[in-house]
């Protein structure tokens, strides 16, 4: 297994020489490597068994370091860059030729993000190169918030996990580029759209092409537990399956079942915030799917502020049934 701990000076170490760490971030924790090392790149996509068409994001800590990688910070991504790094957003901006094709997949444009997370930051501050990280788990699984969930999936294959406690958003960042001059969500995340939107204005959303995604993050099956993961109105499927002798687990918004025993069901937010279900959801997904059941049920949320993103998640974890 893995070292856990908080020593950014070790961490920088390995990174010097190629290795992998996974970094905490306040979106979800990163399988960080040197992003200007294509060894250490690569490494990236074999350890989390990552298709190559599906391109890193680049991790650095001032906008002044992004500019040294990118060509231009068209406006208005500009803006949103000012106003909301650091923080859950990631730019796609086009690339020097300084970063390596494996980075970007060959893409003329590369993602690029500053997290808010104090370790990373620190960590970043002491770098003379930027972090190449995708979520800390097998491709296709759902994202790790927290270290032990890192170190139970890919622990055996990395030196070290810098421990920067529970994520705080613990959804995966906004992507936002521009298509034309039209600013285009990519994939929803950390950053709701309404924050976008008083900014620069109404932005297009394209998050849910399914075939042939410019950005792999859309693939419709994706952040996905193992067991069967049922959508829909919860009391109608707890009797169906509860008639049908099914052995199950419920994934709640905000109700509690007072007839199901409570070890089988998580509300993501007793009070209904949406927010605190975005924290909860992923930790919640993986409990629920190391129970002993066949199966689990869930619920959309209402589908305003981080609630379109969460439910975006529910969406896909569903579509790999
Ligand atoms: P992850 O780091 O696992 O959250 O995934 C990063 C995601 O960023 C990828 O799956 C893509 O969806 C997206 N991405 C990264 N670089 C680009 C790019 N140059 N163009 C479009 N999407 C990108
Ligand atoms: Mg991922």
């Known amino acids: ?40 790149v690569a490494r990236i996509f074999e350890t989390k068994k990552r298709p190559s068409f599906d391109p890193l994001i680049l991790h650095t800590d001032t906008i002044e ?33 300084i970063i390596p094709d494996l980075v970007t997949s060959g893409l003329d444009t590369v993602a690029v993000r500053v997290p808010s997370h104090n370790l990373i930051r620190s960590l970043l501050s002491i770098l003379d190169f930027p972090l ?17 969930h890192v170190n139970d999936q890919l ?26 001059d039209q600013v285009t969500v990519y994939r929803l995340g950390g950053l709701d759209i309404q924050s976008l939107e008083e900014v620069v204005g109404s932005v297009q959303v394209m998050a849910h092409s399914s075939s042939n995604p410019k950005s792999p993050g859309m693939l419709k099956s994706h952040y996905a537990p193992t067991k069967p993961f049922i959508l829909g109105n919860l009391n109608d499927l707890i009797n169906d399956y509860k008639e049908a002798g099914v052995e199950f687990a419920v994934l ?17 937010s007793p009070n209904g915030d949406s927010k605190e279900a975005a924290k909860n959801l992923f930790a919640a997904m993986r409990t629920l799917d190391s129970l002993d059941v066949s199966v689990i049920l869930s619920e959309l949320l209402p589908d305003h502020g981080l609630g379109r993103a969460v439910n975006d998640r529910l969406k896909r974890a569903a579509a790999s049934n």
Not at 252 to 268: R, T
Request: aromatic share 8%.
């Open 1 to 40: 297994m893995a070292s856990i701990g908080v020593d950014i000076n070790l961490a920088k170490d390995h990174l010097e020489k190629g290795e992998l760490v996974a970094v905490p971030t306040e979106t979800v924790y990163g399988l960080a490597g040197n992003a200007l090392n294509a060894d250490a």
């Open 252 to 268: 709640a918004y905000d109700q509690v079942f007072p007839n199901i025993s409570s070890q089988f069901q998580i509300q993501l």
């Open 155 to 180: 622990g055996d294959q990395i030196p070290y996990i810098l421990d920067g406690g529970d994520c705080e958003v613990g959804l995966e960042s906004t992507i936002v580029g521009l298509e034309g």
């Open 65 to 97: 370091k992004v500019r040294q990688f990118v060509v231009d910070i068209p406006e208005p991504l500009n803006i949103l860059a000012e106003t909301f790094w650091p923080g859950p957003l990631t730019l796609l901006l086009p690339r020097k030729k």
């Open 132 to 148: 190449a990280a995708p979520s800390a788990n097998p491709f296709g699984y759902i994202s790790p918030t927290r270290a032990s």
